[in-house]
């Protein structure tokens, strides 16, 4: 595992973006298997927030690193930033489960990450550290839902409350 206080700033950021590009792509498919149309938009705007994420860790990369490109790893370090495992016995508990933890761990990444910045950047991976925050409190809710109403991914909201 790497140190996020000791490993080099480029390839924590490298990692970073790879981690928000696969999470983009992962909550982008989470959201066209399901039939719950409210879920279907949350995941869709998780994804969307994820590649916001990209784009800005991408400017930050250039900013330290001028004319170069980001050397994105084959594979993120699953203990600093785990992604989500499905399989086809997968329940929505699970994913909502290993979304809302993934999202605490990058929470706990990009704050740590902060420290090694002065402001502005110091800022702007604290900013990025709260977003994830949010996002951890959103999936914690949907959690929540799932695990009360067995149906909640599968029904369409109007016939789970009617």
């Known amino acids: 595992m790497l140190d996020v206080s000791t490993a080099p700033a ?11 590009i696969e999470a983009n ?3 982008s498919d989470i959201a066209s ?17 994820e590649n916001r994420h990209k784009e800005i860790l991408e400017k930050f990369f250039r900013f330290f690193n001028p004319g170069e490109d980001i050397p ?6 699953e203990d600093l930033l785990p992604s989500i495992h499905m399989t086809p016995s997968s329940t929505l ?3 909502l489960y290993q979304a809302m933890e993934s999202e605490k761990r ?3 990444f990009y704050i740590n990450l902060s420290k090694r ?3 502005p950047q110091k800022k702007i991976l604290e900013y990025l550290s709260k977003v994830e925050h949010s ?3 959103m999936l914690m809710s949907e959690y929540a839902l799932a695990q009360d109403f067995e149906d909640y991914a599968e029904k369409e909201i109007d016939k789970i409350i009617t």
Request: glycine content about 0%.
């Open 93 to 95: 508990v699970d994913i």
């Open 106 to 108: 990058a929470e706990s």
């Open 25 to 27: 792509k992962t909550y």
């Open 117 to 119: 910045f002065e402001n």
């Open 72 to 77: 994105l790893p084959d594979k993120v370090d």
């Open 33 to 49: 298997t399901l039939t719950n149309p409210l879920l279907q938009e949350k995941f869709q705007w998780l994804a969307n927030e």
């Open 10 to 20: 480029k390839e924590l950021l490298a990692m970073a973006i790879k981690a928000e």
């Open 135 to 137: 996002h951890s409190t």
